[in-house]
């Protein structure tokens, strides 16, 4: 959306920002508006601009929109970040359950192919390391994506306890992280380092080998 485009929204919800009146359905908020202001966040962080950096203001110009069109739609910073955020979230695949390891190779993969992307893996590495000066953002992203992508590996655990394929003695949660940990590692901390195509395998071969029931537990 143009310049020209937001006054004439603006001028059509009476001039600034706010409720809708009494009895007013309001307008529909325009989807290219949003996608425009999501891409602009996105490029600045590409260009490296931090979150203490960005403004709404900068947002807005970027955006080529005014600054009412982003006030419209989010409050503050926060909740535009965590829209931005989500717009990057793909849901992952549901395990097809038939084998815990193909299962646990294959949410890795989605975790993998994630890193490999530019937008993912450098908004999540911008996001973490201002995560003490925006500990909103980082608990609802936790609370409605990271939650789910945990529990569903979990799933994949408990079912290689119930059929024997995994030791009973672990706690799941840290054992959850084991074969995430690597992953993320490489995508957080090593931005230059390849994700290799073997990398999702060798960490769940990996780990399965270390807590496999020995002989004597399965005896």
């Known amino acids: ?3 020209a485009a937001e006054d004439s929204e603006v001028a059509a919800d009476g001039g600034r920002p706010g409720p809708a009146a009494p009895g007013r359905r309001g307008r ?15 490029r600045l962080i590409e260009d490296g601009v931090s979150i203490g950096e960005l403004s709404m203001e ?18 503050g910073k926060s909740a535009l970040m965590l829209d931005v955020m989500r717009s990057l979230d793909v849901p992952s695949p549901p395990p097809a359950g038939l084998s815990v390891r ?8 989605f975790l993998r192919r994630r890193g490999l992307a530019k937008r ?36 994949v655990l408990r079912r290689g306890v119930a059929n024997g394929e995994i030791r009973a003695d672990h706690d799941l949660d840290t054992l959850a992280d084991l074969f ?3 992953m993320l590692a490489r995508a957080l901390l090593h931005d230059r380092t390849e994700l290799p195509d073997a990398l999702p ?8 080998e270390g807590v496999r029931p020995t002989a004597r537990a399965a005896g």
């Open 28 to 42: 529909p908020r325009s989807a290219a508006a949003d996608s425009a202001i999501i891409e602009a966040v996105l």
């Open 102 to 109: 193909d299962d646990l190779v294959s949410l890795l993969e």
């Open 58 to 75: 900068r947002i807005a110009r970027e955006a080529g929109v005014g600054k009412a069109t982003v006030y419209r739609r989010w409050p």
């Open 201 to 208: 395998a060798d960490i769940v071969d990996l780990v399965l």
């Open 180 to 182: 995430v940990g690597p």
């Open 1 to 3: 959306m143009n310049r």
């Open 120 to 155: 993912s893996s450098a908004l999540l590495r911008t996001v973490v390391s201002h995560v003490q000066a925006q500990p909103e953002l980082w608990a609802e992203y936790h609370a409605t994506v990271v939650r789910a992508r945990h529990e569903a590996l979990l799933g």
